[in-house]
């Protein structure tokens, strides 16, 4: 008797649903393998002689079922295609309890997925294996078999045997060791609550703890590799901070028994959110903040805040299939640059998310876009759900939706929402029904359209008698199907010499606000948090531009750049208005602000002619080294974090596009300093070395890789991993190019290889890797990351290449990321389009 409940081959049956897991595993550090067995507690709901659950790349020995009498399974039959085992049995089970015994074999991969290697290496350098995992979305069923799906939620137990001399972590609290008679221990782990498999997870290894930390009655630490015990006490207070200021936004107790931060050194993602076990990138956890740059500290409690938010927002309540897998990830991002944002008022995160929010609105201007929410098939398709749609638009639109209500009416239908589908599994709707009784607003009909559909508008706004007229129409890059949406708009305006705001959900094509006379200036998307393009008439541009930097905020400014840079590449603009527009704002003094404004500038860099490139390096340098005449080159101690960004910032635009001889020159002086063991500013100093390996020679090159592999912190390898993108000779850049493919860890190869391609001068000579190797890269890195690898085919948008990667990506499809790929493919003839257009224009 089989069940289908679905017409999705990969979704499982519904006759039986886990309610327990006993998970025994004996990993074996030294062969790369482990042993394990399975009990699960079965609900049967139909009667059946079949049992159909998740399982690959195991080996499954023993089968047994129990109802009322034990019995072995008839038969295994895995289907390797589906991820699956199906145990025949010689007897039906009846509708009730039964208990399913699994003994299984399996290897512990090094492809970062599963249950996997990662390894360090101690001062002498031996090489020291961790066994680790990571199970989202659907590898839990590599390391046991399982129900693999989100909503066949259960509790789970954990024991391990290992070597005496190893730790152990798990997602309960350890509550038994035990020594065996072979020398080992048998450690056994407190049970979770009911939770998704993914959320499962265990590490083993020779680590370290910090001692925990009392957070209002949870125990939290780090776990590290040894020695670096005096990288966790910056992490540790962002942990304490995120828990205790999440626990009470949410006002619900945190659902698990402690909290482990655990640093691996080989690591896929940037984080994992594990049930009260999170795993995370040694970058992202680990820190000196004496050497580390502002940026580095501010990701670090973004990560942190953003997993433990995850402990309400996906483990506590789950999304019930992988195509709601924004109700976790954006609230989660949401949350993380609230968590932030409180915890150091002064970073001003909110104007820093212009930037993320930035890489959504490009994603989401071509015609390959997809809705945040988008029907999910396979596992393949759930790999693709993890990009800037689902995690920065999906913020985007929450935070658009949080000051539309208020900030207590969105709060209160949080709370709502959690505490009334707790242990549960959720869709989209039941979000909205909860924002609808705490706000009395009719969500619902307005969010779906920025869910349920790709893409988001431009408002054009004009003057009329009364006050303005806004007008919307859909954006894109080149000619995309049409499209509206409920587009919550706030506006400020100034009628004389009254300030008015007014706020408005524009459902039709067009409405008229009245703002009690013609105004002297507006500001539609006032704030800076609607999810939407705004484009003003030409007079309330100029008055508005002239008035940039006195009546705008530091994220409606943002807004003002990057719409017009937007409209430049969608060639409705042409590139000398926006670079006046920029020229303007010299005065500017936000950070957020200066990122767009010299990634645009440095963009069209890229793909100007020769007589344009130099007057966009004289621009790039001229500005940089203006507003840093005004900042001052030597940093102050009293003086705010984010300046010290800013002048790293200015520093190295002015070093390296810019070409500036003093920058320069000052440049190697504080390199020269760092490396003698002088305490010098860590933003500078990380700009300097930028400087200095652009300008430098084959002894320089040669000093950086050596600082590289003797760097004393997570930070410090990726800073002087980074800064040989930036080397000018072209055999320099291509023992780069080898290095990145041959020592660099696996976890970081595929991003720096992809980043190359962005290089000024030598792009396409990481594309040839990519070409040539591909087959080898696709074995050697891990899946997830190919696509993410091949995003920095934009930047070669010559006629000639472009067509060759065209052509190769016609043979060379990405099953895991097409999509994905198809996004790169289109920015990479945005790009080409902007070269006719401008590129022999802006050098004239």
């Excluded at 145990?87 to 512990?108: E, N, Y």
């Excluded at 640059?337 to 995160?349: I, K, L």
């Amino acid at each position: 008797m089989r069940f289908v409940t679905s017409q999705n081959p990969y979704r499982l049956p519904r006759h039986i649903l886990p309610k327990h897991y006993a998970i025994e595993l004996e990993p074996d550090l030294a062969t790369g393998s482990f042993d394990g067995q399975v009990v699960i507690d079965l609900e049967v709901i139909t009667e059946t002689d079949t049992i159909v659950l998740n399982a690959v790349e195991l080996e499954i020995e023993d089968v047994r079922v129990e109802q009322d009498d034990s019995v072995p399974a008839s038969s295994i039959l895995m289907n390797e295609d589906l991820e699956r085992a199906e145990f025949s049995l010689p007897i039906v089970l009846q509708p009730g309890p039964a208990r399913l015994f699994c003994s299984f074999k399996g290897i512990l991969n090094d492809k970062l997925r599963g249950f996997y290697r990662s390894t360090w290496s101690d001062d002498a350098g031996n090489e020291h294996v961790i066994a680790t995992t990571q199970f989202e979305s659907t590898n839990a069923r590599r390391a046991f078999p399982c129900f693999d799906e989100p909503d066949l939620k259960a509790s789970f137990g954990v024991t391990l045997r290992v070597d005496d001399s190893l730790m152990t972590v798990s997602c309960g609290e350890l509550i038994s060791s035990a020594q065996l008679e072979d020398g080992r221990r048998e450690d056994r782990f407190a049970d979770t609550m009911v939770m998704s498999t993914y959320l499962v997870a265990f590490i083993v290894g020779e680590l370290e703890a910090t001692d925990p930390i009392d957070v209002d009655g949870v125990p939290l630490r780090i776990v590290h590799v040894p020695g670096k015990g005096d990288l966790t006490e910056f992490g540790l207070l962002a942990g304490e901070f995120s828990l205790r200021w999440l626990v009470d936004y949410y006002d619900i107790a945190y659902p698990a028994g402690k909290l482990d931060l655990i640093a691996v050194p080989d690591f896929a993602f940037g984080a994992m959110e594990n049930l009260g076990c999170v795993t995370f990138r040694e970058t992202l956890l680990l820190s000196d903040p004496e050497r580390t740059t502002q940026a580095e500290l501010t990701r670090i409690v973004d990560v942190i805040a953003h997993e433990i938010a995850h402990m309400w927002f996906g483990n506590l309540v789950t999304m019930d299939w992988w195509n709601g897998i924004w109700l976790k990830e954006a609230f989660a991002t949401f949350m993380q640059v609230a968590t932030t944002d409180a915890f150091r008022p002064d970073w001003r995160r909110w104007d820093g998310f212009c930037i993320e929010r930035g890489a959504a609105f490009d994603t989401d201007s071509l015609a390959s876009t997809r809705p945040i929410e988008f029907e999910v098939v396979s596992p393949q398709d759930a790999e693709a759900m993890y990009d800037v749609l689902t995690y920065e638009k999906g913020a985007a639109v929450v935070r658009m939706l949080e000051q539309f209500l208020g900030p207590d009416d969105f709060r209160s239908g949080v709370k709502h929402y959690l505490t009334t589908n707790s242990y549960a599994n959720t869709t989209t709707t039941d979000l909205w029904d909860s924002l609808e009784v705490a706000s009395g607003v009719p969500v619902r009909a307005a969010m779906d359209t920025w869910i349920f559909q790709g893409g988001h508008p431009n408002v054009f706004v004009e003057k009329s008698s009364e006050g303005v007229t806004v007008k919307q129409t859909r954006f894109g890059y080149s000619d995309i199907d049409p499209a509206s949406w409920h587009i919550p708009i706030i506006v400020r305006a100034r009628v004389g010499s009254t300030e008015i705001e007014t706020r408005l959900l524009l459902e039709n094509s067009e409405a008229t606000i009245d703002l009690g006379g013609v105004p002297d200036w507006v500001v539609v998307n006032a704030g800076g948090h609607g999810f939407y393009r705004v484009t003003y008439d030409q007079g309330l541009l100029k008055a508005l531009s002239s008035q940039a930097l006195d009546v705008l905020s530091p994220a409606e400014r943002y807004g003002l750049v990057d719409d017009t840079w937007a409209s430049v590449l969608a060639g409705k603009v042409d590139a000398e208005t926006h670079i006046s527009l920029v020229t303007g704002l010299v005065a500017e003094t936000d950070l957020a602000v200066w990122q767009r404004m010299l990634s645009s500038l440095e963009h069209l860099h890229s793909i100007a002619d020769e007589k344009g490139r130099h007057r966009l390096q004289v621009l790039i340098r001229d500005l940089s080294t203006t507003a840093l005449g005004v900042l001052g080159l030597e940093p102050l101690d009293d003086e705010p974090d984010l300046d010290r960004e800013l002048r790293a910032l200015l520093f190295a635009a002015a070093g390296t596009t810019g070409n500036d001889n003093s920058v320069q020159d000052l440049a190697r002086v504080i390199f020269t300093d760092n490396n003698n063991g002088q305490n010098t500013e860590p933003n500078l100093t990380a700009a300097a070395i930028r400087v200095v390996a652009a300008a430098g020679d084959e002894k320089i090159y040669g000093e950086i890789v050596d600082l590289y592999r003797e760097a004393q912190t997570p930070q410090l390898e990726v800073r002087y991993l980074m800064a040989l993108l930036e080397v000018e000779g072209t055999q320099l850049f291509e023992k780069t190019l080898d290095l990145f493919s041959n020592e660099v860890r696996t976890q970081n190869a595929p991003y720096l290889i992809g980043a190359a391609m962005a290089h000024r001068s030598h792009g396409a000579l990481a594309w040839e890797l990519i070409r040539d190797q591909w087959e080898e890269l696709n074995k050697k890195f891990p899946q997830n990351s190919i696509p993410r690898m091949v995003g920095g085919i934009r930047s070669l948008s010559t006629p000639r290449l472009a067509a060759e990667i065209q052509s190769f990506f016609a043979e060379h499809p990405i099953p895991q990321g097409q999509l994905t790929l198809d996004q790169h493919l289109e920015k990479l003839s945005v790009n080409v389009a902007l070269r006719e257009r401008e590129g022999s224009r802006i050098g004239n």
